[in-house]
């Protein structure tokens, strides 16, 4: 998950301009994604995804890592989290709410870890245990204002830190696994 300096995920209005994602951090994002065993999403972060990667690489100036993210984003099994949304194509179930025993069937099928994307579902899944690791991707920007990463939670989660890389453009990418635990379910990947 993308995130800026001050905590924020997304600007004001939904903006996304100040993250700074580069061929060298996308081709990092397309080896993380390319090996999860689905992706899981809020409504707003599918829907914002949807409306771009399904044809993404029919267009030759998103040639490179973004075309290579285009391919992996359509084959991807997804699941989007959502009380009002009728149809997801781009192979997506959609399922009504965030359960443990929800969860649990999804970390059970096979394919592998899943990607978890977007503020509110992040909120949801912190609010029932659910995520085992943390990969914040720290953009060298402050913005004042939008949508906070992390919401007040009732108790504190303790992390260890089990990676850190930088990258050229300044993002740096600091991996959290839960303090005591063995990571394994449910990584918190890239939206």
Avoid: C
């Amino acid at each position: 998950m993308s995130v800026s300096l001050d905590g924020y995920f997304e600007g004001p209005d939904h903006d996304l301009g100040w993250q700074l994602v580069d061929d060298d951090l996308h081709t990092h994002f397309n080896q993380e994604l390319a090996r999860m065993g689905g992706f899981l999403s809020g409504r707003v972060t599918h829907e914002l995804m949807a409306s771009f990667w399904p044809t993404a690489d029919q267009d030759p100036a998103n040639a490179g890592p973004m075309a290579e993210f285009a391919a992996i984003w359509r084959g991807m099994p997804k699941t989007v989290f959502s009380r009002t949304l009728r149809h997801a194509g781009w192979n997506t179930a959609i399922a009504r709410e965030v359960t443990p025993e929800a969860i649990a069937a999804l970390t059970t099928a096979p394919g592998g870890d899943l990607a978890l994307g977007g503020a509110d579902l992040a909120a949801s899944f912190l609010a029932h245990d659910l995520i085992d690791e943390f990969r914040l991707y720290v953009h060298p920007v402050v913005l004042g204002r939008g949508t906070l990463l992390f919401r007040p939670t009732p108790h504190p989660v303790p992390l260890t830190l089990t990676d850190t890389r930088r990258f050229a453009s300044g993002v740096t990418l600091l991996h959290y696994t839960r303090a005591g635990t063995a990571a394994s379910a449910v990584p918190w990947g890239v939206s």
